[in-house]
């Protein structure tokens, strides 16, 4: 986020994430609490749509960090809901199989969302997915949203090892997918360790850059603390 809100607690009490909601999950609000500085696009914004999208960052029981959308590419805001307010969650996989406002279809990111849908043989086919950006905030809040230029972005649930072999075929996919429809697309891949970036992983770094809610990190494994876990639990 370009901006952010002070948080509405003390510094200390920021413990952890509410695992109701994850990153990337859009929210319905009742309200948006209003905080000093707030840019002044924020208001009609939640008017014209009261969703909000989960960000990365620790927050106090009863609070989640929050990003609202404006109009225009640059306006981006982080702020905090308190979990009262949260009406219904809508997580990316949920609008994998969504339709497009009538008349919207032939947009490039929604038409390329058509064939990664239709395409049952692919690698991404296998996987639990959905879109995010500005295509996920459309298809859950059927305000119009996307334009002829806006990325796709993706989000792929990898909550086991994926093979770097596999993440290679998956990034095919992808640029081939881009190259088709004349857009960028965006796919990460959201691991234990938290977000990672599709073409990072695939090009076999010996370290890739890791995005959660202690903020960024360089791994060289991201599954390997789910895998100590599991292998206390045995």
């Known amino acids: 986020m370009r901006l952010c809100a002070a948080p509405p607690f003390a510094g200390g009490h920021a413990l952890s994430c509410d695992a109701r909601w994850r ?3 859009l929210l319905r609000l009742r309200r948006l609490p209003a905080f000093d500085d707030e840019p002044a696009w924020v208001r009609a914004a939640f008017e014209r ?19 609202v959308r404006g109009v225009e590419r640059a306006q981006r805001y982080g702020t905090w809901a308190e ?19 009538t008349g919207r279809d032939a947009l490039p990111p ?3 969302l058509a064939f990664l849908q239709s395409d049952t043989l692919g690698p991404l086919a296998g996987l639990v ?15 119009p949203t996307v334009t002829e230029s806006s990325d796709l972005d993706l989000l792929i649930r990898t909550p086991e090892p994926l093979a770097q072999d596999f993440a290679r075929a998956l990034l095919d996919q992808v640029l081939t997918l ?7 697309v965006d796919a990460q891949l959201e691991t234990p360790a938290g977000g990672i970036a599709l073409a990072e992983w695939a090009a076999g770094k010996p370290r890739v850059m890791a995005r959660n809610a202690h903020g960024p990190q360089l791994i060289a494994d991201p599954w390997a603390a789910a895998r100590t876990a599991q292998d206390g639990d045995a």
């Open 129 to 143: 997915w959905g879109p995010t950006g500005s295509a996920g905030f459309e298809l859950a809040t059927r305000v």
């Open 23 to 25: 990153p990337h999950d």
């Open 110 to 112: 929604f038409a390329a």
């Open 178 to 184: 881009a190259k088709r429809a004349g857009i960028r």
């Open 49 to 67: 749509a009261p969703y909000a999208v989960v960000r990365r960052a620790l927050a106090a029981e009863g609070f989640v960090a929050i990003g």
């Open 83 to 101: 979990a009262s307010d949260i009406e219904a969650a809508m997580p990316p996989e949920t609008l994998a199989g969504a339709t497009p406002i």
